[in-house]
């Protein structure tokens, strides 16, 4: 990580890094909760890779530097998971944003206990997508996550290993590990997956299970 994103008192979101603007939201709570102080360092990015460095001020960021620029990571990595019950997939997708997946889609499983209908889901993807975003400024991330979904298991598992326990640990060709509900795949849908992967020796609850992979994925990466 660059040291002038590492070191900044804080990192926002902004729609034009050329001429960032942060909203009223993001500077109250730089200037009221962070209590930021004048010419304190800022980072700012489009969540497109673009980034800079400015300085606080009481009514604007001021750029003290160049534009840089963050060619995407050259393997790109999914999270395909059940959604679990309440805030807990929020706390999901922060994490995984945190860690460094690049991709998180919702499946709907046989098993989920959580099931969204056309309307009430596209608000709460763009809900996660706010979460993500809170989430990839706070780990100083240039590229924002995509939240995709809610999609049928079967229309990843071409594409993706699925997590079941007692199978091969994960490896660096692992690029997109799906994840099952809290009652598990079904057997229906076990056998479409082409390919297994194991997350460890116990049995984790699904947020556990997408962030350890999450952990896995973005540790052979590197």
Do not use: N, Y
């Amino acid at each position: 990580m660059d040291r002038s994103l590492r070191g900044s008192a804080a990192h926002v979101l902004v729609t034009d890094v050329e001429q960032p603007v942060a909203s009223v939201d993001a500077m109250h709570h730089l200037g009221r909760v962070l209590r930021l102080r004048d010419g304190e360092p800022v980072t700012v990015t489009d969540g497109a890779g673009r980034w800079r460095a400015c300085a606080f001020g009481d009514k604007r960021l001021e750029p003290v530097d160049e534009i840089r620029s963050v060619h995407p990571p050259t393997t790109l990595l999914t999270i395909a998971v059940a959604a679990p019950k309440g805030d807990r997939l929020e706390w999901l997708i922060a994490k995984c944003t945190e860690v460094g997946v690049d991709r998180i889609v919702l499946l709907d499983a046989e098993r989920s206990v959580v099931r969204w209908k056309e309307e009430r889901g596209a608000k709460q993807l763009d809900r996660l997508r706010r979460v993500a975003s809170e989430a990839a400024m706070q780990s100083r991330r240039v590229w924002l996550p995509e939240i995709a979904g809610p999609v049928a298991p079967e229309d990843v598992f071409s594409s993706a290993a699925v997590a079941e326990p007692g199978s091969r640990p994960v490896a660096k060709e692992d690029v997109s590990i799906a994840v099952g509900p809290e009652g598990g795949w079904s057997p229906a849908e076990l056998a479409c997956a082409h390919d297994t992967v194991s997350l460890g020796p116990h049995v984790l609850r699904v947020e556990t299970a997408a962030v350890a992979a999450a952990v896995l994925m973005v540790r052979v990466r590197q």
